[in-house]
């Protein structure tokens, strides 16, 4: 079973991001046709997280 640091890290990884670095993102997604939004995959669990603009608007991002 997987414990601290080893558990999956989705949410504490998109919290470090920064609005503007989220905003790029999703540009560079529309850019290239795709849909706009972020997919996180846990490097621990394998899990793939997506997120669209109206979920990622609702994290509390970090001030870079």
């Known amino acids: ?3 601290g640091s080893e558990m999956c890290i989705r949410d504490s990884v998109m919290a470090s991001l920064g609005r ?3 905003e790029k993102l999703l540009a560079e997604q529309v850019a290239e046709g795709k849909p ?3 997919e996180i ?3 621990f669990c394998g899990n793939r997280y997506r997120y669209s603009r109206a979920e990622l608007e609702k994290l509390p991002f970090s001030k870079a």
């Open 1 to 3: 079973s997987l414990v």
């Open 20 to 22: 503007a670095q989220v």
């Open 36 to 38: 706009e939004e972020l």
């Open 41 to 43: 995959v846990c490097r």
